[in-house]
């Protein structure tokens, strides 16, 4: 047993379980019936309402809010594990609503990895290796296969389903209900089953401040790239490149994005 880390002015409910050897930072609130593991390191400020189990190898940072029954840290359910220590990282300022499971990695040398300031609905889940990044909505019973790549910005909507491997792109938005099995490149809309690149994310991009250039290029690029989805991939990229527009930074970044993807880009 180890020492008890936890500060004085934390404030838990007498029925929750916590390991002595967790780490509890400051101003932390553990409601009912929680349960906290032995190897967990929680920061300042975060609140567990009730019901929340955190357990494996998991590192969370600043100000995260749990809400009843949600598990992080679950053991993989990847059928290739062995056993070890695995890790899952979580930053700080997130949001995880009622029954979110998030799991730890699949090896030692890869944690699952969620960033900050992202809101997960209800039902969400996060498999085992996933890397997320800052500011994403994943809605209610949006579900991630394992090695799932979510880049900063982007949403999935209710009932979305994404295959394992998968890369979603920064500030794109998935359809409800879809089923996405190659990569969604960055600022579109993904919808369908199986998912097609609907059109642009026009609308997220003027609410989040981009130029009216970085949208008149990205316009080009879509029509490029996606308009025709008979024309092969490759021949619209070499199209693209020839245009102004390919000197834009953020259409440049969608060009790389779709250079360097391993699946097959959602067209």
């Known amino acids: 047993m180890g020492r008890d880390l936890r500060p004085d002015w934390a404030v838990i409910h007498p029925s929750a379980i916590i390991s002595p050897s967790a780490n509890l930072g400051p101003n932390v609130r553990v409601g009912p019936y929680c349960l906290i593991g032995e190897h967990v ?7 567990l309402h009730s019901h929340v189990i955190i357990e494996g190898s998991a590192t969370i940072g600043q100000a995260n809010e749990f809400y009843p029954f949600a598990i992080i840290g679950g053991k993989t359910q990847d059928l290739k594990y062995l056993g070890e ?26 944690p699952t990895r ?28 949006a579900t991630l296969g394992g090695h799932v790549t979510v880049d900063d910005y982007a949403i999935l909507s209710g009932l979305s389903a994404v295959h394992q491997f998968c890369r979603i792109g920064r500030h794109a938005i998935i359809g409800g209900c879809t089923k996405v099995q190659q990569d969604v490149p960055p600022f579109m ?18 609410r989040r401040g981009f130029s009216e250039d970085d949208i008149r290029a990205l316009k080009s690029a879509y029509k490029k790239l996606f ?10 990229l070499s199209s693209l490149k020839a245009t102004h527009a390919a000197a834009n930074p953020q259409v440049a970044h969608l060009i790389q994005f779709i250079e360097s993807s391993q699946r097959g ?3």
Do not use: W
Request: proline share 2%; glycine share 10%; aromatic share 4%.
């Open 227 to 236: 308009l025709k989805k008979d024309t092969n991939l490759a021949m619209a």
């Open 189 to 206: 809309i993904a919808d369908g089953h199986p998912a097609d690149t609907r059109g642009l994310n026009l609308i997220g991009l003027q």
């Open 114 to 141: 969620i960033g900050s300031h992202n809101y997960f609905l209800c039902h969400a889940h996060v498999a085992h290796d996933c890397q997320l990044g800052d500011h994403l909505i994943l809605s209610n019973n």
């Open 265 to 267: 880009v959602t067209r």
């Open 85 to 110: 220590p695995t890790f899952v990282e979580i930053g700080d300022h997130n949001v995880f609503r009622e029954h979110c499971t998030i799991h730890r990695g699949t090896t030692a040398e890869v």
């Open 41 to 47: 390191v929680l920061g300042g400020d975060c609140v």
